[in-house]
């Protein structure tokens, strides 16, 4: 069996309003070696439903929680479940572009020091229209520990949403994974990995963050 290039791990919860699309933006990729693995975090809604009708072999539904238990609880055992040394965060609602995990394990194999890596996106409403265009000049910025701490320090959560971020799979195994109970567990994350590696920005739009109501 060919190992997977990049796994993306996604947690779902009650999410059946746009999670046909998220899926088929990432079965849609560029990129042909990939897992899709997924965990259930007690949906009351068709989100089960939607997921099992999918005979791609590279979607896995890793689990069903019976009770709700958080979104870092959830990627913690899918981190554990996935195979590549590549890790792509993703949310139930937003879309991939084409190009984005081709792009993303592109960036890796150029920049193995980096041990966490975000891109730009759009900003999309609940129909799917672009609704907010971040700067965007194509560069890649690589940063040191010192120049880290001082982004995050002054800007805070820099990647803007979760959904935005790679890791390598060995950081969580140097430095920890996910903090359950944390509410900015992935803010909390990055501090850690900028303790043992550097993190980078690919300031291109390689996915579309949707904004809405429910």
């Known amino acids: 069996m060919v190992k997977p290039k990049v796994s993306i791990i996604m947690s779902t919860c009650n999410g059946e309003c746009y999670l046909r699309d998220c899926i088929e933006s990432v079965l849609e990729q560029s990129l042909p070696g990939f897992e899709f693995l997924i965990i259930d975090d007690c949906s009351r809604d068709s989100s089960v439903r939607i997921i099992r009708s999918y005979s791609d072999s590279r979607i896995k539904l890793i689990g069903q929680n019976r009770e709700n238990k958080g979104l870092f609880y959830g990627l913690n055992e899918l981190i554990r479940h996935s195979s590549s040394e590549l890790i792509k965060v993703w949310s139930q609602d937003d879309i ?119």
């Open 96 to 214: 991939m572009l084409r190009s984005c995990l081709e792009e993303g394990v592109s960036f890796h194999e150029k920049h193995p020091e980096a041990g966490c890596f975000y891109t730009s996106y759009y900003i999309i409403d609940s129909k799917g229209d672009i609704i907010q265009k971040l700067a965007d000049d194509n560069k890649v910025f690589v940063l040191t520990q010192e120049e880290g701490d001082k982004f995050l320090l002054t800007c805070g959560s820099v990647c803007g949403n979760i959904s935005t971020l790679f890791f390598l799979k060995e950081v969580f195994k140097n430095v920890g994974y996910f903090k359950e109970d944390c509410i900015s567990g992935d803010f909390e994350m990055m501090v850690r990995t900028l303790s043992k590696y550097k993190i980078a920005l690919i300031n291109k739009p390689l996915m579309k963050l949707r904004r809405h109501k429910r």
